[in-house]
């Protein structure tokens, strides 16, 4: 099949972009020719990349994102005949994708945010009902987020939607072996966060808990995004101790074996992929009960679950951990088991009908 992706691609980071790299090295695998559609990027691309310029300046910059990639998909779909749209992220992909009556068929995933957070706004709402309407298949990475989308009355939701839970490639994300090569100059237990540094992170819940702790550990906060200075105001007004912002961070996968706990403080998430990330590599993770996780993380067996905006808490489990090495390690060795055995292979709903059907 001709498969057509739309949406983040690395080198941005997050979930999405992490999910859609996946989903084209499987598609590839497979024996299917695949093309990108993205946003624009400096950098160089494979040649199967097309990227949709926008401006950028509030308000503008969606709309001229969708403009200019509706026109590429279009093409995209005449000259490559393309069999299958695969959008991911409701507004914008998932809408460049349904516009237009495209002679192809038109899947969505629905990642977290896109259905948690974006339909509170009253001029989105419309356009990601429409969005989820149009398709010919939706595909959420949680139970939760199709439940959500079940309160926007979306027509046929039961019959054209399937769970698609986020996966981990365990080659690429597995325990440490040999020495550590990044995370050397800390003699103290590390705390890493890697993400987007937004609000619905949790971030500030996690600054407050390091100001409280009562426990010697370093916190690395890796990742960018708006709350980089307020974030860093507060570690410099409270003069937090062995708390640094990273920045971006384009190798994860070197960098979480080498952590000592991992943590996800999010106020609102859809299926982290970071926690599987962190749970492939034998990590003990500490993430607050939202998206998934509690569906995942089985507390204080593979992983421990606090409430989230809650710092007191928060401090507690990290505390517990960074002086409980046996128990963290009991964690991380129970976590990789489950993530091999249940998160390691990506479901592609389209591919497995075309299988049976002898396609």
Do not use: W
Not at 321 to 349: D, F, H, Q, T
Request: with cysteine.
């Amino acid at each position: 099949m001709n498969i057509c992706i739309v949406g983040q691609y690395p080198p941005q980071l997050g979930g999405v972009a992490t999910y859609t790299k996946q989903l084209e090295e499987k598609l590839m695998e497979e024996g299917h020719d695949v093309y990108i559609l993205t946003y624009k990027q400096s950098g160089t691309f494979p040649s199967n990349v097309y990227m949709a310029k926008s401006i950028n300046i509030p308000l503008l910059r969606g709309l001229s994102f969708i403009i200019s990639s509706y026109f590429i998909l279009k093409k995209l779909i005449k000259e490559k005949d393309i069999d299958i749209v695969h959008a991911n992220y409701i507004i914008p992909p998932g809408l460049v994708s349904v516009l237009g009556n495209l002679p192809a068929k038109k899947v969505i995933t629905v990642h977290g945010s896109d259905i948690n957070i974006l339909p509170n706004n009253k001029i989105l709402r419309p356009l990601i009902k429409y969005s989820l309407n149009k398709a010919d298949a939706l595909y959420f990475v949680s139970e939760k987020l199709r439940e959500k989308a079940a309160s926007l009355n979306i027509d046929n939701l039961e019959k054209k939607s399937e769970i698609t839970p986020n996966t981990v490639n365990t080659d690429k994300f597995q325990p440490l072996k040999g020495k550590k090569e990044i995370l050397t100059e800390y003699d103290n237990p590390t705390v890493v966060f890697i993400g987007n540094l937004v609000e619905q992170k949790g971030l500030k819940y996690l600054l407050e808990a390091k100001k409280i702790s009562e426990s010697d550990y370093t916190l690395l906060i890796y990742g960018d995004g708006p709350e980089r200075e307020s974030l860093n105001s507060y570690v410099m007004e409270n003069n937090l101790k062995n708390t640094y912002l990273m920045g971006k961070t384009d190798i994860p996968e070197k960098i979480i074996p080498e952590a000592d706990i991992m943590v996800l403080p999010s106020i609102s998430e859809g299926a982290s992929i970071v926690a599987l990330e962190s749970m492939s590599c034998a990590k003990s993770l500490v993430a607050t009960d939202t998206g998934n996780i509690s569906s995942v993380i089985t507390n204080n067996q593979n992983g421990i679950i606090i409430p989230p905006r809650n710092p007191e808490l928060l401090k507690e489990a990290l505390d517990d951990l960074v002086i409980n090495e046996e128990k963290r390690e009991k964690l991380g060795k129970n976590a990789r088991e489950l993530i091999i055995n249940k998160y390691s292979k990506m479901k592609i709903p389209y591919l497995e009908s075309n299988n049976k059907n002898g396609v």
